[in-house]
């Protein structure tokens, strides 16, 4: 048994939660946000967006993030992307050296065009960080449903580490050493989704969907492999995965956010109606920002930015993508 400290009590870190403690864990659940922490504290059986799951009374709720980080042995950094590296600033002055910390959140800082990865270690330079990531709905996750992720981090010591903790008869995990990889396909994936969701709402049918899924995870992997990530690591859980799950689910909150679209909402209408953060919306300006930054064509992350940002009409964008000059499927295949 180990203790385990869970930053952030949204949706993720809370099934996170509920499953750390049935390996029997001892947890703690830490949030910067004190409305998340009362509400926890005052009903664990019914906990927003994840309907049926009862958040265990041995889980230690708090907004006191020294006692949440005193003796951890395992810290989950499961926030919001954009508010990463503010909660990274604020555990500094906790973590000791070597402290094994796994981010599970999914997103790219738009100023760096940093994984958050890179970010938590950037701000904890002497923690070790990894990352946990796949196709897993925390709903899901919260109701036993049987579930595979993938650690990526720098050492197999720290991934076994981080994989038999959460390993449990329906969490499946397998490790990887491409740490980069693993966080990349996770993110950008989620701007295919938008995608995908917007092709929904616009009434188109199945072909359209594999199209966007299939050529998505090829600009996902060109923009892998030009950053120094592995192939594999895109055919694997956290790339083609993350990618089925999200661009397929009801439960994905930028697919939804990509239908509203599809159905005529503006992008602020849309992210308002889902009413939580939609990382994909964050992550569309840097990925294209990394696109350019590696000469890398990805025109459904172009053309997601142009009807997100630009106001551009997504039956258009589908239209441009479509008609775009003629091309071969994969450039390394030679007659
Ligand atoms: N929900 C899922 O099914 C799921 C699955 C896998 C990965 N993820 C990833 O995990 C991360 C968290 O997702 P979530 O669904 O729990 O999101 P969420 O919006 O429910 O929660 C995000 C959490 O971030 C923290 N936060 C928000 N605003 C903050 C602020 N101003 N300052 C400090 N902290 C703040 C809060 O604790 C909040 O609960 C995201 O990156 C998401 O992509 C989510």
Redesign the pocket.
């Known amino acids: 048994m180990y203790h385990v400290t869970v930053?952030?009590?949204?949706?993720?870190?809370?099934?996170l939660s509920i499953l750390l403690c049935k390996n029997g864990h001892k947890v703690t659940l830490w949030?910067?946000?004190e409305k998340?922490v009362e509400a926890l504290k005052e009903n664990r059986d019914t906990i927003?967006?994840l309907p049926e799951a009862k958040l265990q009374p041995e889980v230690v709720v708090t907004g006191d993030l020294e006692n949440a980080l005193t003796d951890s042995e395992l810290v989950v950094f499961?926030?919001?992307?954009?508010?990463?590296r503010?909660?990274a600033q604020l555990a500094r002055t906790y973590i000791r050296s070597s402290q094994i910390v796994v981010n599970?959140?999914?997103?790219i800082e738009s100023d760096t065009l940093e994984t958050?990865t890179n970010v938590i270690q950037d701000e904890l330079p002497e923690a070790d960080v990894a990352v946990l990531?796949?196709p897993?709905?925390?709903?899901?996750?919260s109701r036993g449903i049987p579930t595979t992720c993938v650690v990526g981090a720098k050492t197999r010591k720290t991934a076994s580490f981080i994989q038999d903790i959460f390993m449990s008869e329906f969490f499946r995990v397998y490790t990887n050493p491409d740490i980069n990889g693993v966080e990349l396909g996770?993110?950008i994936k989620?701007v295919i989704a938008l995608a995908a969701g917007v092709a929904d709402g616009l009434g188109f049918g199945d072909n359209t969907k594999a199209a966007l899924m299939t050529r998505g995870i090829a600009e996902i992997m060109r923009l892998g492999i030009a950053m120094g990530c592995k192939a594999e690591t895109f055919a694997g859980l956290s790339g083609i995965g993350d990618l089925i799950v999200t661009c397929t689910s009801n439960?994905s909150?930028n697919r939804n956010a990509g239908y509203l679209i599809g159905k005529g909402y503006t992008p602020d209408e849309a992210m308002k109606e889902v009413n939580?953060?939609v990382?994909g919306v964050f992550c569309a300006k840097a990925a294209l920002a990394l696109s350019k930054k590696y000469h890398v064509q990805m025109p459904i992350v172009e053309q997601v930015n142009l009807v997100l940002f630009e106001g551009k009409d997504p039956r258009t964008a589908v239209s441009d993508l479509l008609l775009r000059d003629k091309t071969t499927e994969n450039s390394s295949l030679k007659w």
Not at 78 to 84: I, K
Not at 104 to 107: A, E, I, M, S, T
Not at 136 to 141: K, L, P, R, Y
Request: net charge negative.
């Open positions: 930053l952030g009590a949204g949706t993720w870190g809370t099934a949030s910067a946000l998340e927003p967006n499961a926030v919001a992307s954009p508010y990463v503010k909660v599970v959140g999914k997103g958050l990531s796949g897993s709905h925390a709903e899901e996750v996770g993110s989620n439960h909150r939580q953060v990382e």
